[in-house]
């Protein structure tokens, strides 16, 4: 199991690098991208170690998101609402 504290980390470590995915014009198209830079952060804080996430979305929209240990990440809420919560989580 993942702790809450290293997936924020990995949060935060992707915004400092993209910036732009708390925009709505520098979200726009960039879910896939922030969702696997997400995933790959959390595996590299937890030494490399595979842990239990996936990309998820809507093919309808479409739009994608992060999918870890049972909760959702999505680092591009902005791009659909310039005021969601970012990133949005539920």
């Not at 995915?21 to 960039?30: A, I, N, Q």
């Not at 996430?53 to 998101?65: A, E, L, Q, T």
């Amino acid at each position: 199991m993942v702790s809450v504290g290293l997936i924020n980390l990995a949060i935060q470590n992707v915004l400092l690098r993209h910036p732009e995915y708390l925009t709505k014009t520098g979200g726009k198209g960039e879910c896939v991208n922030a969702s696997n830079a997400l995933l790959f952060e959390c595996d590299r804080l937890n030494n490399d170690e595979p842990i239990n996430g996936c990309m998820v979305g809507d093919s309808k929209i479409p739009h994608y998101w992060a999918l870890i240990e049972g909760v959702n990440y999505d680092l591009t809420a902005r791009q659909f609402d310039e005021k969601a919560d970012c990133p949005k989580i539920w």
